[in-house]
C-alpha cells in the first residue's frame, strides 16, 4: 500500500493502515508536519453543530473518539473544548444551519438572543436581531502536532514514511500500481492520494486552490478576556463569516482570526506569502464590528490553502487501485482521523461503513 502526500489525511491514513497490521509506505515531498500546504496555523476549529450538512455530524462524532484515542496513544494534547457559538441573522447559514443539524442529531446546544449573547459573552457585540447558538463541545485541534502524533503512532507500527519525495505520475496495474517517483518507482496493491493541494495535477475533479490568509491580533486591552474563550463563527450581512479562536498561543502570541472564504485563486507552487496592508485592514474592520475588543495591531499573518469543490463538500472515493481524498474546501481538519479510518477502509476492502455518498466525484459529472 502506498499513501501520496503525508499532511492532515494521508498522515491518518497512514496510522490507520499502519495500525490494522497493513505494509505501508507513505512518500511526502517536502518534510513531516511542515508549512507549505494546509495544514499549519496552530489551530482548526472543531464543532459538532454543522451548518454546512447535517450529514456531517456521524463523521464528527466517530472523528472525536478517533481524537481522543490518537491523544492518549501519542501521550499529546491534540484536542482542546473550549464550546463554540455561532453567530448570524435567524436565517443565515451559520446560525440556522447549525441550528438544523442540532436539532436532526440531537446535539446538546443553547440558543441565545443577541442580549443574552453579549452577557454570557461579553467580547462578542452581536447586531440586534442576530443570534447565536451555543455548544460545548466544540473546540480546536492542534494541525502540526496531530499531523506529527499520525506520523509518529504509523511509525511505530510499521510504516514506511519517505519525505522530500515527490510523486510524479502513475499508471495501474492488473494487481496495483505503478508509481514514479522523484526517488525512483515504487510498486504497490494500492495507491491512496492524499496531495491536498496539489490534487489539480493529478485528479480529474472541478477544483480551485485559494490562498486564505490567519490573522493574529494584539487585543488593546489585553489578551485575558480571550484565554477562556469559545470558538466561533460570525456571519455578517452578506453572508461574510470570520471565524476565530481562543488566545492559546501565550500573552504576546495574538488571538488568531480570519475571513472564512475569502481567497484568491493561487498556484500551489506560488503561494504569495506577503500580506499587504490593505487585507489586514478589511479584516480588521470586520473583527472590529463583532468583536471590538479584538481589533488591535496585528501580531502575525499566515497565509495557506484551500482546495475547493464547486459545492465545498469533500471528495473521497474509491477507483480501481485508486483511493483519492482531496477537496476538503477549507472546513477538513476536524475530520482528519475519521478521514484516515474512512481511506484505510476504502484501501483495503473496497468499502466503509461511514456515510460518505455525499463526496463522490460522480455529482460534477
Ligand atoms: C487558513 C486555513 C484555516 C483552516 N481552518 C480550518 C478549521 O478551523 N477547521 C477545519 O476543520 N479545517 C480548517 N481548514 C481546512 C483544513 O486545514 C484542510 O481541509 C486540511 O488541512 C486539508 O488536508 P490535506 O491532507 O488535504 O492537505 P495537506 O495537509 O496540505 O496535505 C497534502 C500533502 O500532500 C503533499 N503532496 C502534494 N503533492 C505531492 C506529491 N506530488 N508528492 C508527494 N507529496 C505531495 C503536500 O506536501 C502535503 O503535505 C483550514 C485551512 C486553512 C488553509
Known amino acids: 500500500m502506498l499513501v501520496v502526500g503525508l499532511g492532515g489525511m494521508g498522515s491518518a491514513a497512514v496510522r490507520h493502515l499502519a495500525a490494522r497490521g497493513v505494509r505501508v509506505t507513505g512518500i511526502e515531498r517536502f518534510g513531516p508536519a511542515h508549512d507549505r500546504g494546509s495544514s499549519h496555523g496552530r489551530s482548526r476549529v472543531i464543532r459538532q453543530s454543522y451548518f454546512e450538512d447535517p450529514t456531517y455530524v456521524p463523521l464528527l462524532l466517530r472523528a472525536y473518539d478517533l481524537w481522543e484515542q490518537a491523544q492518549k496513544e501519542a501521550d499529546t494534547d491534540l484536542l482542546t473544548l473550549t464550546g463554540g457559538l455561532y453567530l448570524g441573522p435567524p436565517d443565515s447559514a451559520t446560525f440556522a444551519g447549525s441550528l438544523r443539524a442540532a436539532r436532526e442529531h440531537d446535539l446538546p446546544h443553547e440558543v441565545l438572543d443577541a442580549a443574552e449573547v453579549r452577557r454570557r459573552f461579553p467580547t ?4 440586534p436581531g442576530e443570534h447565536g447558538l451555543f455548544e460545548s463541545r466544540a473546540g480546536f485541534v492542534r494541525p502540526e502536532a496531530a499531523v506529527a502524533a499520525h506520523l509518529d503512532l504509523a511509525a511505530r507500527d510499521g510504516a514506511d514514511l519517505r519525505f522530500g519525495v515527490r510523486l510524479l505520475d502513475w499508471t495501474e496495474t ?9 526517488d525512483g518507482e515504487i510498486t504497490a496493491g494500492h495507491l491512496v492520494l492524499s496531495p491536498g493541494a496539489w490534487a489539480p495535477g493529478f485528479v480529474d475533479v472541478p477544483l480551485r486552490v485559494e490562498r486564505q490568509v490567519q490573522f493574529w491580533f494584539a ?10 474563550h469559545p470558538v466561533y463563527v460570525a456571519e455578517g450581512a452578506h453572508g461574510q463569516q470570520i471565524y476565530g479562536l481562543p488566545a492559546i498561543d501565550g500573552p504576546a502570541g495574538g488571538v488568531k482570526v480570519a475571513f472564512f472564504r475569502r481567497g484568491r485563486d493561487t498556484d500551489p507552487d506560488a503561494l504569495d506569502r506577503v500580506v499587504t496592508d490593505a487585507e489586514v485592514a478589511e479584516v480588521r474592520e470586520r473583527v472590529a464590528r463583532t468583536l471590538p475588543s479584538l481589533a488591535g495591531p496585528l501580531v502575525r ?8 469543490t464547486p459545492d465545498e463538500h469533500f471528495v473521497v472515493h474509491r ?5 483519492v481524498a482531496c477537496g476538503f474546501s477549507g472546513h477538513g481538519f476536524k475530520f482528519v482521523p475519521v478521514i484516515g479510518e474512512i481511506l484505510a477502509d476504502l484501501a483495503t476492502t473496497g468499502t466503509t461503513p461511514h ?11
Open 319 to 323: 477507483a480501481g487501485n485508486v483511493t
Open 219 to 228: 487585543p488593546p486591552g489585553g489578551a485575558a478576556p480571550f484565554v477562556d
Open 124 to 127: 462578542f457585540h452581536p447586531a
Open 301 to 308: 499573518a499566515v497565509p495557506c490553502m484551500y482546495t475547493t
Open 355 to 365: 456515510p460518505i455518498s455525499l463526496f463522490d466525484p460522480a455529482r460534477f459529472a
Open 174 to 182: 492488473a494487481d496495483g500500481v505503478r508509481v514514479r517517483t522523484t
